[in-house]
Structures are given as structure tokens and as C-alpha cells.
T-cell receptor, first 115, second 114 residues
């Protein structure tokens, strides 16, 4: 597609369940980011991929959160043993270059609600 | 540590009036600064950015921003607001030139009165 695609757009789950959120970046973009946006807040950085490798995962809040990008394109954010505090909109963004050389394009996000 | 403060959570202006959204940042070196807009049902969109050079930068949709190092500010302005400008606006500072990650402020919601 033309833009960054995220699925599902909405996910409701119960506390303790496992969740996967998918991001399909713009074709050819090597840089991919995950951010989390809680209600009334700005996005918070979670993790950055350059190609297949996680170049910076300093924003992941704890070891329940994990992300992969096995072929350097699609990425999946995985959350184990979900907690109510994980409820937020998870944003994915991609860019053609590393650093700030390329414009960051954001998807519309996946809204996660943990009951 | 780098941080961004947007002092105004919510602003209401009349259509046709001028607009200024405030942004203050904390950063040790020369900052990379950005303004993004988020409309309902749409992803964040880049309005403009400042890396170096001319401190007044022009962006899309008629927006501009001025970098003032002495005030650690990067305020967003528009001379005449349109109803379609109603959205949430985020200021961000670059957290690492190696990774390109951004540190966002909490956002300012703009409401436009007819």
C-alpha cells in the first residue's frame, strides 16, 4: 500500500492474555519504529529497527514486550501477560533512512484495550 | 535528559485568527526539532522540522515555526487558521541522531470556532 498499515485497528483483550500487533511499513523503508500513545499523552518511543535488527529497544517498558522484524519489512509487536496499564494506541512509523535524514511516516495505530 | 513541554493542553481560536502553539525543549546539544499534527482517524503527519540554519522554518499547510535557542523554544504559528486545522499538535525533539527516535510533548488540542 501507499502508507504504513497497522492491524488490527482495534483489539480488546483480557488481562493476562497474549497480543500481537502488526505493522506493514512503506515499501523500501529500512527504518521502522514503534511508539505507544496513552490517553492524553504524546507518543512514547518503544523500539527502533534498522533492517532486521533492533538497533534501539531502550523504550520497551519491561520484558513482557518484544518486537521482531524477521525479513526487514513487516514487524510484529508482541505483548505477553497483558495488564490494564498496557491499554494505549500503539503506533508504527517507517522511514527511508536512519537518523533524521528521512521523513517519518506514521500509521493510524492499533488501539489496545485490556479489560 | 531530553524533554519537551507544551504548556497549553487545549487552545480555541476563531477561524481566520492567528495561531501560536508553544513548545519548550530541554536538550544538551543542538536539537533536531519537529512539529507533527494528528487528525482524528489519521496518522501523525509532519508539519515542519528544524535541524540547522535559518531559525524560521516553513512547513506545509501554511504553518511556520521559529527556533529560539536563548528561550529553548520552537513555537508553531499560522497567520490565519482554517476550520480544517482543528486537530492535535505535537512538538518533538530528536532523542538520538543515530536512531532517529523522537521525544514528544503531550500535545495541544486546537479547536477552531466558526
Amino acid at each position: 500500500g501507499a502508507g504504513v498499515s497497522q492491524t488490527p485497528s482495534n483489539k480488546v483483550t483480557e488481562k493476562g492474555k497474549y497480543v500481537e500487533l502488526r505493522c506493514d511499513p512503506i515499501s523500501g523503508h529500512t527504518a521502522l519504529y514503534w511508539y505507544r500513545q496513552s490517553l492524553g499523552q504524546g507518543p512514547e518511543f518503544l523500539i527502533y529497527f534498522q533492517g532486521t535488527g533492533a538497533a534501539d529497544d531502550s523504550g520497551l517498558p519491561n520484558d513482557r514486550f518484544f518486537a521482531v522484524r524477521p525479513e526487514g519489512s513487516v514487524s510484529t509487536l508482541k505483548i505477553q501477560r497483558t495488564e490494564r496499564g498496557d491499554s494505549a494506541v500503539y503506533l508504527c512509523a517507517s522511514s527511508s533512512g536512519g537518523g533524521y535524514t528521512g521523513e517519518l511516516f506514521f500509521g493510524e495505530g492499533s488501539r489496545l484495550t485490556v479489560l | 535528559a531530553q524533554s519537551v513541554t507544551q504548556p497549553d493542553i487545549h487552545i480555541t481560536v476563531s477561524e481566520g485568527a492567528s495561531l501560536e502553539l508553544r513548545c519548550n525543549y530541554s536538550y544538551g546539544a543542538t536539537p533536531y526539532l519537529f512539529w507533527y499534527v494528528q487528525s482524528p482517524g489519521q496518522g501523525l503527519q509532519l508539519l515542519l522540522k528544524y535541524f540547522s540554519g535559518d531559525t524560521l522554518v516553513q512547513g506545509i499547510k501554511g504553518f511556520e515555526a521559529e527556533f529560539k535557542r536563548s528561550q529553548s523554544s520552537f513555537n508553531l504559528r499560522k497567520p490565519s487558521v482554517h476550520w480544517s486545522d482543528a486537530a492535535e499538535y505535537f512538538c518533538a525533539v530528536g532523542g538520538s541522531s543515530n536512531t532517529g527516535k523522537l521525544i514528544f510533548g503531550q500535545g495541544t488540542t486546537l479547536q477552531v470556532k466558526p
